[in-house]
């Protein structure tokens, strides 16, 4: 089955014909009547409290109605402050935690091209107090994550026989101070992971959405007997806003995740200023990264000094001139050896090679005063400098780009065309 891109249109109805010409011939169309004349900023920052609203709902509506499922034919089920179940049944609260980590990786992934997927206050807070997201942007979408949440309650108590019996209350003898702390951190985990996996960027960030969910998981097998697994002020809201019910100590529910993610926030903050980059380099290298690049230790005192290396890669498969981007042809094909090789005088230096030598021969030349650290003192590594003359650094008009012109290597630079300017001249990368 061959699926094509989707059409530019609104609705595509049978007998219709894709618009020529792509989507910008028809940008202003396609926005809804009454917001097209906003600025982008707003109209960007409506678009985020859109995609917050409707993923808090459904990652909430799926996980409250497995919950409601879960408890239905519990002992602990309908109970009068419509809690999740008291009996410790391990293949219930094992359901539980499932559907809560799996439809938080399912939505997160679905949304985070639009908001973020954020889906809870106190994550929220906690990627503006880093400064991932502005503080306009974070109040906006706090707003859309609680009435999500309440939707979320309100539909699944309609549509569920029976009361409902998802909102978050003590149990198994849980006090009120036990409690807080349990959400505390609870929440810090759920936080810190996502700093980690989303906010820092990382050849697996694409995967966050898995990790995260998983985290999540594990959070609820250890919270759901004795909190709810809360962790989220809008998962705690929302239940209670729609029974009715609000338990005297629902206050926990608010202060300890937020107690969590102040937690998160300074570990996190601990960890960056300590450069934790340099204690464990080299996690985000690809094979030619791991072969170039070289760890000296004793003077590795940034996260730059193991920054990723830049290498030469083998015959672009695609190159970029003043037309565009265009398959590469026989007059582009120079001293520059097959694909995934080293061409001889690149100064690309195998394994072993003493950090901040080249071999004879070769016109490379350290970047200053830092080539004896991998060449990474600065973030960039020097021995991977193209030679004159190559392809990588002359056009195929004989144009010489910019002195310090060069290929990124990996996965991303031998997947297929596209093009991003570094250095003054074009990184071939994937889609």
């Known amino acids: 089955m061959n699926i094509d891109k989707p059409s530019d249109r609104f609705l595509n109805l049978p007998g219709m014909r894709k618009l020529p010409g792509g989507l910008n011939n028809e940008k202003k169309e396609l926005r809804l009547p009454l917001v097209g004349f906003l600025p982008n900023r707003v109209r960007n920052h409506f678009i985020a409290m859109m995609g917050e609203f409707a993923g808090t709902f459904l990652f909430l509506f799926f996980a409250f109605a497995a919950t409601q499922v879960a408890n239905a034919a519990n002992s602990g089920a309908g109970t009068a402050d419509g809690s999740l179940t008291q009996v410790p049944n391990a293949n219930t609260l094992t359901y539980i935690a499932l559907a809560f980590g799996f439809s938080l990786a399912v939505n997160a992934w679905v949304f985070f091209r639009i908001s973020g997927g954020l889906f809870n206050p106190a994550v929220t807070l906690g990627m503006a107090l880093i400064g991932a997201v502005t503080w306009t942007r974070a109040g906006l979408v706090f707003i859309s994550q609680i009435i999500g949440a309440i939707c979320a309650a309100a539909v699944v108590s309609a549509l569920f026989p029976g009361p409902m019996n998802v909102s978050c209350t003590l149990g198994g003898g849980t006090s009120v101070v036990q409690g807080l702390f349990i959400e505390m951190f609870l929440t810090a985990l759920l936080v810190f992971t996502i700093f980690m996996l989303a906010a820092e960027k990382h050849k697996g960030t694409f995967l ?66 300590l450069e934790y980059e340099t204690a464990n380099p080299g996690q985000d290298f690809n094979e030619k990264e791991a072969e170039v690049f070289e760890f000296d230790e004793e003077n590795a005192a940034t996260g730059a000094d193991v920054a990723r290396p830049i290498v030469q890669v083998g015959q672009p498969d695609f190159v970029a001139d003043e037309t565009g981007l265009r398959p590469v042809s026989s007059h582009d094909i120079g001293s520059v050896g097959s694909r995934g090789s080293y061409p001889s005088g690149t100064g690309v230096a195998p394994r072993g090679a003493t950090a901040g030598s080249y071999p004879s021969g070769t016109s490379a030349a350290p970047y200053g005063a830092a080539g004896g650290i991998n060449g990474n003192g600065a973030g960039r590594t020097a021995i991977e400098k193209p030679i004159a003359g190559s392809p990588a650094a002359t056009g195929p008009a004989g144009i010489t780009n910019r002195p310090d012109a060069a290929y990124h290597s990996g996965p991303a630079a031998e997947a297929g065309p596209s093009q991003q300017p570094l250095g003054g001249s074009y990184r071939v990368s994937g889609l």
């Open 208 to 273: 966050a959405p898995v990790g995260i969910g998983l985290a999540l998981f594990v959070i609820e097998l250890a919270g759901v007997y004795y909190t709810g697994g809360g962790a989220n002020p809008a998962r705690a809201f929302g239940p209670p806003v729609v029974l009715h019910i609000f338990p005297g100590y629902h206050w926990i529910y608010w202060l300890g995740p937020f107690l969590g993610t102040l937690l998160a926030v300074g570990f996190y903050r601990f960890v960056k200023m």
